[in-house]
């Protein structure tokens, strides 16, 4: 019985790891995305109360990208948050 719970620990311990490089790598994504935004940004408001502006293809494309990768990145906090709250302690941090 013992040895199971160690078995179990281990893998707790190597889940919490992948979700921590999850999010890790979701997070340089974020920066990466987020960089490209305030490179160049889309125009986001009208002038003088005119119709508001027009995005081109890279426009829509660049706010998909920091969209996909914010939800990203919100999901493998709350993932990682999730499993070290369960007990997958020793990665460090606060619980």
Do not use: C, K
């Not at 502006?53 to 969209?67: C, G, I, N, T």
Request: charged share 30%; aromatic share 8%; glycine share 8%.
């Amino acid at each position: 019985m013992f040895y199971r719970g160690q078995v179990v620990g281990i893998n707790q311990q190597r889940e919490l790891s992948r979700a921590r490089t999850t999010y890790i790598a979701a997070a340089r994504d974020w920066r990466s995305a987020l960089a490209a935004y305030i490179t160049q940004p889309p125009p986001l408001e009208s002038r003088a109360g005119r119709d508001l502006p027009v995005w081109s293809r890279d426009d829509v494309q660049l706010m998909l990208a920091l969209h996909d990768a914010l939800r990203r990145l919100v999901d493998a906090r709350r993932t990682y948050d999730r499993m070290r709250s369960r007990g997958g302690a020793g990665e460090g941090g606060r619980r």
